[in-house]
């Protein structure tokens, strides 16, 4: 599990695609926070509206506001979400669930506690992409071209957003972060949609200069 103070956390992200083990992380947050549980589904703008309801009401009991699989939000429900996020109460917490942290966007993770399990990291993955993100721009064509196949990819961007991400959570992101966010958002949608995997890293490494 990633390392935090839960005194000066509010809002928590699992990174996960493993139910067992999901539940188990809310089961060791739930323990730390010595918080009770309430679920709360946030998919539309109308579930962010009972929540925003429930939130307004001062609690004297630790409550810990869980939300599974985040990335079913739309994205009119996670921008008004938002604003809860960066208005917390003393006593009350969220615990949200994904299995896609690159579908979310980068304000959310930036106001979380991001745990990542050991199922939803890819160690050669994130090695690569933390051998591209150092390289020169020689280097970061060289480092693509060792990809062929479009799992490989995918992973490869995946893990590229997640240390984007990281950065942005730990203050050491670069002046041109928002562009390789995007960019990296945009190619793994193309790769996703069956785009030529060379063709597709390449304009990444372009765009992202």
Partial sequence: MASFEIGSMHAFIIVCNQKEEV??????????????????????????????SFTK?????????????????????????????????????????????????????????????????DSSGSEIAKEFLKGSIGQKFQTIEKIKKK??????????????HGMLVTGEAQSNFANLIKEANITLLNLKANGNVGLQLSRFVVTSI
Avoid: M, W, Y
């Avoid at 549980?37 to 509206?49: M, N, P, T």
């Avoid at 429900?77 to 299995?99: D, G, R, S, V, W």
């Fill in 23 to 52: 539940e188990k992380e809310i089961g060791k947050l739930l323990d730390r926070l010595e918080a009770k549980r309430l679920d709360f589904s946030l998919e539309k703008i109308a579930d962010v509206r009972n929540l925003s």
């Fill in 57 to 121: 009401l001062k609690t004297d009991k630790r409550t810990a506001i869980v939300v599974r699989k985040l990335e079913n939000s739309t994205i009119e429900a996670l921008n008004a979400f938002l604003k809860i996020l960066e208005e917390p109460q003393e006593n009350l917490f969220f615990i949200l669930t994904t299995n896609d942290e690159a579908s979310l966007p980068a304000t959310t993770i930036s106001r979380c506690s991001v745990i990542h399990t050991k199922h939803k990291k």
């Fill in 151 to 164: 799992d490989e990819a995918v992973i490869f961007i995946e893990q590229l957003i997640l240390e984007f």
